[in-house]
């Protein structure tokens, strides 16, 4: 049974940078799509980056707020995806949570994945 283990959380100030880890477990992760959701208080999961295979490359997606400040990455010898948070605001302030899939269509629908981290705080101060 594939497994994800976020790390890499925590509290950061405003314009800082925070770098997310999840490592999986169990199964082949290479061809596995791999997002990147996010749910603030009181507030839907939201996505946020995706990575998905796509023959000889690999393909990425962000939600329009973090695009340019946001990168998400993989390493497949690692069994890990990343993602990597710059010039943070306090609207990035959620539980971040990472998801795993194997197939690539609907790499921004939280319900489309099949397997789930625990989820990592990111707190941005202002």
């Known amino acids: 049974q594939v497994q994800l283990v976020e790390s890499g959380g925590g509290l950061v100030q405003a314009g800082g940078s925070l770098r997310l880890s999840c490592t999986a477990s169990g199964r082949t992760f290479s061809s596995w799509t791999m997002g990147w959701f996010r749910q603030a208080p009181g507030k839907e999961r939201d996505f946020v980056a995706a990575i998905w295979s796509g023959g000889n490359t690999y393909y990425t997606d962000y939600t329009d707020s973090v695009k340019g400040r946001f990168t998400i990455s993989r390493d497949n010898a690692k069994n890990t995806v990343y993602l990597k948070m710059d010039s943070v605001k306090p609207e990035d302030t959620a539980v971040y949570y990472c998801?795993?899939?194997?197939?690539?269509?609907?790499?921004?629908?939280?319900?489309?994945?099949?397997?789930w981290g625990q989820g990592t705080q990111v707190t941005v101060s202002s």
């Open positions: 998801a795993a899939k194997s197939v690539r269509t609907g790499w921004n629908i939280p319900s489309h994945y099949t397997v």
